[in-house]
């Protein structure tokens, strides 16, 4: 795993070009987002899904969130309208994912069965959001540890993390210790209202107004 220390608050052209290499080849890059580490790889690569769930060793039955670089990026993949899209403009950027329904013909990736959803965010991580925006699409941001253990916070955790694992991610943009946060509050609609799937870093009702 090679490692590119980098500051959490702007970006650095040749940080930046090296993940977008990694990206581009179909290959994983752990990144400093908002909340923890993440994964970041591209959702619509077999090939980079496949390595992502071999990395972590999540299970096939499982999605993977992603991440845009703006609100009109990510609304070129789900289908925003009525309280999902006024909360997403209210809350973009920051810890706020939504489970909508991908727009027709957009087909992420998956080891199972197609989703008829997705979870997106447009985070307010400098890094999280500036790669996807050049990687020009979403990437996958699933927490960057091996599945069922704990949200990393510091690079010299994902690099302990992976540590003689066979399967780790290709690089490691080392933004130190990040500040510890709640993980993104997840929402999505239920009957007709906006429903709370996860309490996290923003605070909501959990049923929320048409």
């Known amino acids: 795993m090679r490692v590119l220390r980098v500051s959490r608050y ?6 930046l070009a090296a993940a ?3 990206l581009r080849s179909g290959g994983v890059a752990a990144i400093p987002t908002e909340t923890a580490y993440g994964l970041a790889a591209d959702p619509f690569s ?37 309280p999902l899209l006024r909360l997403a403009r209210r809350r973009w950027p920051g810890p706020l994912t939504v489970v909508a329904p991908l727009r027709r013909g957009v087909r992420p990736a998956a080891p199972g069965r197609r989703p008829a959803t997705a979870a997106i965010r447009v985070p307010s ?18 927490s960057a540890n091996v599945s ?19 399967r780790q991610p290709d690089l490691l943009l080392d933004a130190g210790v990040l500040p ?4 993104s509050t997840i929402v999505k609609m239920e009957k007709g ?11 909501l009702p959990t049923k929320l107004k048409k």
């Open 193 to 203: 209202r906006l429903a709370v799937l996860r309490q996290g870093a923003i605070g």
């Open 180 to 183: 510890r946060r709640p993980p």
């Open 20 to 22: 977008l290499d990694v």
């Open 46 to 82: 077999r090939r980079a899904v496949s390595r992502v769930f071999v990395i972590k060793g999540r299970g096939a039955d499982k999605q993977l969130p992603l991440i845009a670089g703006s609100y009109a990026s990510a609304s070129r993949v789900v289908r925003l309208s009525g």
């Open 10 to 15: 702007r970006l650095t052209k040749r940080a």
């Open 125 to 142: 991580s400098v890094w999280a959001r500036g790669l996807a925006a050049a990687f020009g699409g979403p990437l996958t941001s699933t």
């Open 148 to 166: 069922g253990r704990p949200a990393l916070y510091s690079a010299a955790g994902v690099r302990r993390e992976f540590s003689g694992r066979i």
